[in-house]
């Protein structure tokens, strides 16, 4: 028996206010078996819904009031990492902490993980977290990588073997990256460039990602080939890296974790405040200009200097200087190296 004379009475007290949303993939599965459904009565299948009297007639999945909710539900499914969510930058002095805390003494030492010998961490958030040297060695290399390259979260974690090219230019060994085939404003990879990364000079060990590069590379070589991911998964129990990139959610817990064992509030910052560290530190620490930073982090000309402004200017970053202190006739803020934008030992503060 066909559907030909189905009609659907309108109760708009059925519906509840406190119903769930739907997710799209429910939804959208919802509204494929109302296709199949109504399909089989010919007389409907191809007619438009809508309301008659007391009553609706047609296809429901024909509505418009279905296809707009798709299709605004379906603009909401987006990733993580690509939300546009405020977080905070890292600032130098953040940086240096996290530096000086992963490289500890026997910290870092991977090859006498497990001997009875062997490191013991002490800290009391190791017991919740468990970070092996290995975990920490490729945490660093990630934090300095993605605030050198004004890495998004994506990008960074989509890097292999085959991006990177070690060389040395006279006697400063430097890294060179190779533009990924995809970035979110550049999908064919045809506008990326090359970004060369040096050694970082003495002082600078703790924003230098050829140092830590090296010694990730060390403790865990890419022996599968060209397609190797950079940054993998790693057992915490054996400190044994696999072969599976590493994901989204575990490099956000373990930059996270870092955060906590300096009793920093990790709940202001997120992975893509590496993005943000990095603009702020080639602007402020290394005096580049506008222009300048939006070359090398890769920005359309299209999206204007108020994305970069975005990274530069929040409300919610700590200021790098005490800000009672910017017009101090005897606080020297103002006289700082074109270098390395430190100041004169005479500060008074």
């Not at 919740?128 to 993605?146: D, F």
């Not at 090219?165 to 085939?181: A, R």
């Not at 080639?282 to 890769?298: N, P, S, T, Y």
Request: include cysteine; charged fraction near 25%.
């Amino acid at each position: 028996m066909f559907l030909s004379n189905i009609s659907v009475p309108f109760n708009p007290s059925s519906f509840s206010a406190e119903d769930e949303e739907k997710s799209f993939s429910s939804t959208d599965s919802l509204r494929s078996a109302m296709v199949w459904k109504f399909s089989r009565a010919p007389d409907i299948a191809d007619r438009p819904w809508e309301q008659d009297a007391e009553s609706f007639k047609g296809n429901p999945a024909k509505s418009s009031l279905v296809r707009d909710y798709l299709f605004s539900i379906r603009k909401q499914k987006v990733m993580p990492h690509d939300c546009d969510a405020v977080v905070d930058a890292v600032t130098p002095q953040v940086c240096y902490k996290l530096y000086w805390f992963a490289n500890q003494p026997g910290r870092l030492d991977w090859r006498k993980f497990g001997q009875k010998d062997g490191y013991k961490e002490e800290w009391p958030a190791a017991s919740a977290w468990k970070g092996t040297p290995k975990t920490r060695l490729q945490q660093e290399a990630m934090r300095t990588l993605g605030t050198a390259l004004l890495s998004r979260p994506g990008e960074l974690l989509s890097y292999r073997r085959k991006h990177l090219v070690f060389g040395f230019d006279g006697q400063v060994p430097y890294v060179e990256v190779l533009p990924l085939d995809y970035r979110k404003n550049d999908p064919n990879g045809t506008k990326g460039k090359p970004q060369r990364l040096y050694r970082r000079p003495e002082g600078q060990e703790f924003l230098c990602a050829v140092r830590a590069l090296a010694f990730w590379l060390e403790a865990a070589p890419l022996e599968d080939g060209e397609d190797a991911f950079l940054f993998r998964k790693i057992n915490v129990g054996t400190d044994t890296v696999t072969s599976e990139p590493l994901s989204y959610g575990k490099f956000l817990q373990t930059f996270q974790c870092t955060l906590a064992e300096l009793n920093e509030d990790y709940a202001f910052y997120g992975v893509h405040s590496f993005r943000r560290t990095g603009c702020q530190i080639l602007h402020v620490f290394f005096r580049w200009c506008l222009r300048k930073i939006a070359d090398w982090g890769g920005w359309s000309d299209k999206d204007g200097f108020a994305v970069i402004f975005r990274y530069l200017l929040s409300e919610n970053d700590d200021d790098w200087y005490p800000r009672e202190l910017w017009l101090h006739p005897f606080a020297q803020v103002r006289l700082e190296c074109n270098e390395c934008g430190r100041a004169c030992g005479c500060e008074s503060y």
